[in-house]
C-alpha cells in the first residue's frame, strides 16, 4: 500500500473524527430533563477524546507527509435523548468498522519497515472508540448488544 492511500485513509477517519467531535457538542447542548446532567456531561467527555483523535490523526497524516483535511463527515441531527445515543453509537460503530479496515490494510503491507508506531497509534484510538459504545450502550440501557 502506497503513502498516498494511507494518508487518503487517515484523512477519511480525521473527518469522521471532525463530525464526531462537533456532533457530541452540539447534541450536549439539545438535551434537556431530569436526567440531563450525567448524559451532558458524558457527551462533553467524549467530545474531548475525538478532539484528542483529532489531533493524532493530524500529527500521523503530517508525519507522512500529507495535508490534514479541513472537511467533516455528515453528521446526525436528533431531538430526543434516545435518537442522540442511538445516533452516537451508529456513528461510533461506523468508526470501528472504517479504523479496522484501516488497521488491517496497514498490517497485511509488511513488506518493508512495517509502520509499528501507525499501527499502536490506530490501535489505542480503536480502543477509546470501543469504550465510547460502552458508554453510550450503558446509557441506552443496553449494556454489551454489541458483542
Ligand atoms: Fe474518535
Ligand atoms: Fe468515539
Known amino acids: ?10 484523512n477519511k477517519a480525521l473527518e469522521l473524527e471532525h463530525s ?5 457538542l452540539s447534541h450536549a447542548e439539545i438535551v434537556e430533563g431530569e ?3 450525567p448524559i ?5 467527555e467524549i467530545a474531548g477524546d475525538e478532539l484528542k483523535h483529532q489531533e493524532k ?3 500521523l497524516i503530517g508525519a507522512l507527509g500529507g495535508v ?3 472537511n467533516t ?3 446526525a441531527s436528533a431531538k430526543t435523548i434516545t435518537e442522540i445515543l442511538d445516533a ?5 460503530k461506523m468508526a470501528v468498522d472504517v479504523y479496522r479496515k484501516i488497521m488491517d490494510k496497514i498490517s497485511k503491507d509488511k513488506s518493508k519497515y512495517y509502520d509499528f508506531l501507525l499501527e499502536h497509534e490506530i490501535r489505542h484510538i480503536l480502543m477509546e472508540e470501543q469504550e465510547h459504545i460502552t458508554e453510550l450502550e450503558l446509557l441506552l440501557g443496553k449494556s454489551g448488544s454489541s458483542y
Open 20 to 24: 464526531a467531535h462537533i456532533q457530541y
Open 1 to 10: 500500500m502506497g503513502k498516498e492511500e494511507i494518508i487518503s485513509l487517515l
Open 35 to 37: 436526567n440531563a446532567e
Open 88 to 92: 452516537n453509537l451508529k456513528d461510533e
Open 57 to 59: 490523526f493530524r500529527a
Open 40 to 44: 451532558i456531561a458524558r457527551l462533553k
Open 73 to 75: 463527515a455528515p453528521t
Open 68 to 70: 490534514p483535511s479541513m
